[in-house]
Protein backbone atom coordinates (compact mmCIF):
# COMPACT_ATOMS: atom_id res chain seq x y z
CA UNK A 1 0.00 0.00 0.00
CA UNK A 2 1.37 3.62 -0.54
CA UNK A 3 0.87 4.85 3.10
CA UNK A 4 2.68 2.13 4.59
CA UNK A 5 5.74 3.14 2.12
CA UNK A 6 5.43 5.96 3.97
CA UNK A 7 4.91 5.00 7.50
CA UNK A 8 7.80 2.83 6.78
CA UNK A 9 10.43 5.74 5.90
CA UNK A 10 8.40 8.05 8.71
CA UNK A 11 9.76 5.22 10.64
CA UNK A 12 13.89 4.81 9.63
CA UNK A 13 14.46 8.28 8.43
CA UNK A 14 16.32 9.61 11.72
CA UNK A 15 18.59 6.90 10.51
CA UNK A 16 20.54 7.69 7.30
CA UNK A 17 21.94 4.50 6.45
CA UNK A 18 18.73 3.09 6.59
CA UNK A 19 16.57 5.37 4.27
CA UNK A 20 19.48 5.14 1.71
CA UNK A 21 19.34 1.67 1.78
CA UNK A 22 15.65 2.00 1.39
CA UNK A 23 16.00 4.43 -1.40
CA UNK A 24 17.84 2.07 -2.57
CA UNK A 25 14.98 -0.38 -3.50
CA UNK A 26 13.60 1.89 -5.71
CA UNK A 27 16.78 1.43 -8.07
CA UNK A 28 15.84 0.13 -11.78
CA UNK A 29 19.55 -1.89 -12.04
CA UNK A 30 20.69 -2.62 -15.51
CA UNK A 31 20.37 -6.18 -16.62
CA UNK A 32 17.84 -6.82 -13.61
CA UNK A 33 15.37 -9.20 -15.19
CA UNK A 34 13.43 -11.03 -12.49
CA UNK A 35 10.69 -13.40 -12.36
CA UNK A 36 7.55 -11.50 -12.28
CA UNK A 37 6.47 -9.90 -9.78
CA UNK A 38 9.76 -10.11 -8.28
CA UNK A 39 12.10 -6.87 -8.74
CA UNK A 40 15.82 -8.25 -8.33
CA UNK A 41 18.29 -6.21 -6.68
CA UNK A 42 22.20 -6.51 -6.91
CA UNK A 43 23.31 -6.77 -3.08
CA UNK A 44 27.17 -6.04 -4.40
CA UNK A 45 25.76 -2.55 -6.53
CA UNK A 46 23.71 -1.56 -3.22
CA UNK A 47 26.41 -2.02 -0.97
CA UNK A 48 28.77 0.42 -3.82
CA UNK A 49 25.67 2.72 -3.50
CA UNK A 50 25.57 2.95 0.15
CA UNK A 51 29.57 2.89 0.13
CA UNK A 52 29.05 0.07 3.51
CA UNK A 53 31.86 -1.70 3.66
CA UNK A 54 30.86 -5.47 4.75
CA UNK A 55 27.85 -7.45 4.16
CA UNK A 56 27.03 -7.96 7.66
CA UNK A 57 25.95 -4.25 7.99
CA UNK A 58 23.60 -4.26 4.95
CA UNK A 59 22.04 -7.43 6.05
CA UNK A 60 21.48 -5.44 9.31
CA UNK A 61 19.59 -2.57 7.68
CA UNK A 62 17.89 -5.17 5.96
CA UNK A 63 16.29 -6.93 8.85
CA UNK A 64 15.72 -2.71 10.73
CA UNK A 65 13.51 -1.91 7.54
CA UNK A 66 11.85 -5.24 7.30
CA UNK A 67 11.34 -5.08 11.20
CA UNK A 68 9.39 -1.62 10.63
CA UNK A 69 7.44 -3.23 8.14
CA UNK A 70 6.34 -5.93 10.13
CA UNK A 71 5.46 -3.43 12.78
CA UNK A 72 3.42 -1.97 10.05
CA UNK A 73 1.71 -4.84 9.27
CA UNK A 74 1.66 -5.59 12.43
CA UNK A 75 2.53 -9.51 11.31
CA UNK A 76 6.05 -11.06 12.92
CA UNK A 77 5.86 -12.96 9.50
CA UNK A 78 5.86 -10.09 7.47
CA UNK A 79 9.06 -9.56 5.07
CA UNK A 80 10.13 -7.43 2.23
CA UNK A 81 12.75 -9.35 0.59
CA UNK A 82 13.87 -12.70 -0.57
CA UNK A 83 17.61 -13.63 -1.39
CA UNK A 84 19.30 -15.61 -4.30
CA UNK A 85 22.52 -17.34 -3.94
CA UNK A 86 24.05 -15.10 -6.99
CA UNK A 87 23.77 -12.11 -4.87
CA UNK A 88 20.25 -10.68 -5.29
CA UNK A 89 17.88 -9.20 -2.78
CA UNK A 90 14.45 -9.46 -4.55
CA UNK A 91 11.45 -6.96 -3.33
CA UNK A 92 7.99 -7.24 -5.19
CA UNK A 93 7.48 -4.90 -8.17
CA UNK A 94 4.51 -3.23 -6.27
CA UNK A 95 6.84 -2.65 -3.22
CA UNK A 96 9.66 -1.30 -5.71
CA UNK A 97 7.06 0.86 -7.64
CA UNK A 98 5.48 2.17 -4.35
CA UNK A 99 9.66 3.51 -2.81
CA UNK A 100 9.83 4.83 -6.39
CA UNK A 101 6.65 7.24 -6.11
CA UNK A 102 7.89 8.19 -2.29
CA UNK A 103 11.26 9.31 -3.74
CA UNK A 104 9.78 11.19 -6.47
CA UNK A 105 7.24 12.76 -3.85
CA UNK A 106 10.01 13.65 -1.54
CA UNK A 107 12.36 14.69 -4.48
CA UNK A 108 9.66 17.15 -6.05
CA UNK A 109 8.58 18.23 -2.71
CA UNK A 110 12.46 19.30 -2.04
CA UNK A 111 13.82 20.48 -5.36
CA UNK A 112 15.31 23.66 -5.26
CA UNK A 113 13.52 26.20 -7.04
CA UNK A 114 14.82 28.18 -10.44
CA UNK A 115 12.74 31.18 -9.48
CA UNK A 116 12.05 33.92 -6.82
CA UNK A 117 14.29 36.17 -5.26
CA UNK A 118 17.53 34.91 -4.56
CA UNK A 119 17.97 33.91 -8.30
CA UNK A 120 16.41 37.77 -9.42
CA UNK A 121 19.28 39.02 -7.43
CA UNK A 122 21.89 37.13 -8.61
CA UNK A 123 24.92 38.37 -10.94
CA UNK A 124 27.47 36.60 -12.19
CA UNK A 125 30.83 38.01 -12.31
CA UNK A 126 32.43 39.21 -15.16
CA UNK A 127 35.17 36.71 -16.23
CA UNK A 128 37.64 38.42 -18.66
CA UNK A 129 41.02 39.94 -19.56
CA UNK A 130 41.78 43.46 -17.53
CA UNK A 131 42.57 46.35 -18.73
CA UNK A 132 46.18 45.65 -17.89
CA UNK A 133 46.52 42.50 -19.45
CA UNK A 134 44.32 43.51 -22.61
CA UNK A 135 46.47 46.23 -23.47
CA UNK A 136 49.90 44.76 -22.36
CA UNK A 137 53.02 45.89 -25.28
CA UNK A 138 53.85 42.92 -26.93
CA UNK A 139 57.34 42.20 -27.14
CA UNK A 140 57.62 42.13 -23.39
CA UNK A 141 59.22 39.15 -22.86
CA UNK A 142 56.63 37.47 -22.08
CA UNK A 143 54.74 35.02 -24.80
CA UNK A 144 51.40 36.23 -26.58
CA UNK A 145 49.21 33.58 -26.47
Not at 48 to 74: E, P
Request: proline share 7%; hydrophobic share 40%.
Amino acid sequence: MPQEAAQLFEMIKGNFLLSQVLFELARDMPNSHGAAPLHPLSIADILRHTRLGDGDRLVDCFTAINQAFQVIRNDSQATLFGFDQYGHVFIHETTHARICKLWERMFAAHAPSVTGPALDAFAPPHLGPTEEIAHHPTGSGRADF
